[in-house]
């Protein structure tokens, strides 16, 4: 077994599919770096309201936890907690995990869009499985909220995610409070558990 597969293990044994609407983990997974690797980030009403921010590597959604969710700017430090692997579908999912399930709350995608290395050594860019190995991850997003250059860092504490200085880089404003619909289907987070509350009756 690949160590990929031991990492979406840990998202399928958390999770029983069952009960949860969440995408289940493909058996393999296509490993190697894409040209346009993609990033998603879900706003996550759990237990704590979350930010999950999530890289593609090596096939699979490598995923922080960031309470507070992304900064633009340069000068504040976001908590990024390591979580599992998720699997690419999970880019694309929105939807409700009901109580009782791990993670259980509504879910959104915030931010959906591509993203590239910027991270250089020796005059060469690093791919991001290098950086993620590293401890360094210097990123430039093409989101439909969010632009521009973001780090990745761990340090002694945990890990963090920085706004890089650059023309997308504000002082005041926050993305986080004045955005909030979802990137891929315009609801509200309201609106998306309303919807789940439907779907479930339907099925009753
Ligand atoms: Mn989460």
């Known amino acids: 077994m690949t160590k990929k597969q031991t990492a979406l293990k840990v998202y399928s044994t958390r999770r029983n599919f069952k009960v949860s609407p969440e995408p289940v983990a493909p058996k393999r997974v296509k490993k190697g770096s894409q040209k346009h690797p993609i990033f998603v980030i879900q706003k996550h009403s759990a237990s704590h309201l979350h930010y999950d921010f999530r890289l593609e590597i090596d096939g699979v959604l490598v995923s922080w ?48 869009g591509t993203y590239y290395s910027i991270k250089e050594k020796d005059g060469q860019i690093l791919t991001p499985a290098e950086c993620l190995r590293r401890g360094t991850l210097e990123i430039f997003l093409e989101g439909t909220k969010l632009q521009g250059a973001y780090a990745l860092i761990r340090t002694k504490r945990g890990w963090l995610l920085i706004k890089m200085k650059d023309e997308y880089a504000h002082g005041r404003k926050n993305p986080v409070t004045t955005q909030t619909k979802s990137a891929l289907t315009g609801r509200t987070m309201t609106e998306i558990l309303r919807q789940a509350q439907d779907d479930s009756k339907g099925d009753l």
């Not at 998720?86 to 915030?110: L, N, R």
């Open 65 to 112: 936890a960031v309470p507070k969710g992304p900064s633009l700017n340069p000068a504040v430090k976001r908590l990024a907690m390591p979580t599992e692997d998720h699997p690419m579908a999970y880019a694309h999912f929105e939807g409700t995990i009901p109580e009782g399930s791990y993670g259980a709350g509504t879910v959104m995608v915030w931010d959906i």
